[in-house]
């Protein structure tokens, strides 16, 4: 995930289309922003009971973190597969057969020992 430079990587047209995504460039304020309101709450909470505050912003912390990087996540699996789709039908010398990859599989085994049987 690239990281929040102070610049929104998008335009307007991507706001209407879905070519790019718009969230991976509010993410980082996004997260600190829910940071913020996870410690405001767990302050609130101190004033009930002093350890349910500190259990909500530690819990808060270690939540908030967790599920924005499995959005960070999501997000890197699309980008990784946009770029093999861009590589396959890109570059006709990218392998995509078993044989081009040198791969060894039982069919290619099979052969090779036929062709030296020959």
């Known amino acids: 995930m690239e990281k929040f430079n102070g610049k929104f ?3 307007v047209k991507d706001l209407f289309f879905f070519d790019k995504f718009v969230v991976p460039s509010v993410l ?3 997260y600190w922003i829910a ?3 996870v410690v405001l709450s767990g302050l609130v909470m ?3 009971s002093f350890f349910g ?3 909500t912003i530690l819990v808060g912390f270690v939540s908030t973190r967790i599920t924005f990087e ?3 996540v999501i997000f ?3 980008r990784n597969l946009q770029k093999l789709v861009e590589l396959q039908s890109g570059s006709a010398n990218v392998a995509t057969t078993p044989e081009d990859v040198g791969e060894k599989t ?3 085994i099979h052969i090779a020992h036929d062709k030296e049987e020959n």
Do not use: Q
């Open 9 to 11: 990587d998008f335009s």
């Open 28 to 30: 980082t304020l996004v």
């Open 35 to 37: 940071l913020v309101l």
């Open 46 to 48: 101190m004033f009930a």
């Open 53 to 55: 505050g500190l259990i």
């Open 70 to 72: 499995l959005i960070c």
């Open 76 to 78: 890197s699996i699309n």
């Open 106 to 108: 039982d069919a290619n």
